[in-house]
């Protein structure tokens, strides 16, 4: 397994973002996939996980309801749609596979991280 996430940017509040992270070996077909984040000061917090048939998703209580994963699995490619974005959104993003197929938010299952990309929102 092989991580690419891309897509981050700056944004300003209420904005939209997209982020993918692509499996250049394409070899996470039947892992679970999570995003994951590191904000200034703050430890890494799990933002959303995706089985590896999308059958299953999980969303940290704050982002419930503006962000969504999905993955295509022909493309090899797991995203995170990151609508009504808030200034506290602000972090480095980074995908991560798991050694599972079902979601997941310990880290110990997450072996495989790709390198982060920086999301900054502007109020």
């Known amino acids: 397994v092989q991580l690419q996430a891309s897509g981050g940017g700056l944004v300003q509040a209420g904005g939209s973002l997209r982020l993918s992270c692509a499996d250049s070996?394409?070899?996470?077909?039947?892992?679970?996939v999570a995003w994951a984040r590191r904000a200034p000061g703050k430890e890494r917090e799990f933002v959303a996980a995706?089985?590896?048939?999308?059958?299953?998703?999980y969303y940290l209580d704050s982002v419930k309801g503006r962000f969504t994963i999905s993955r295509d699995r022909v493309k090899n490619t797991v995203y995170l749609q990151m609508n009504s974005l808030k200034p506290e959104d602000t972090a480095v993003y980074f995908c991560a596979a798991s050694r599972r197929s079902s979601v997941s938010t310990n880290s110990y299952d997450y072996p495989y991280w790709g390198q982060g990309t920086q999301v900054t929102v502007s109020s």
């Open positions: 995706i089985s590896w048939n999308g059958g299953s998703t």
């Open positions: 070996k394409r070899t996470f077909s039947n892992n679970a």
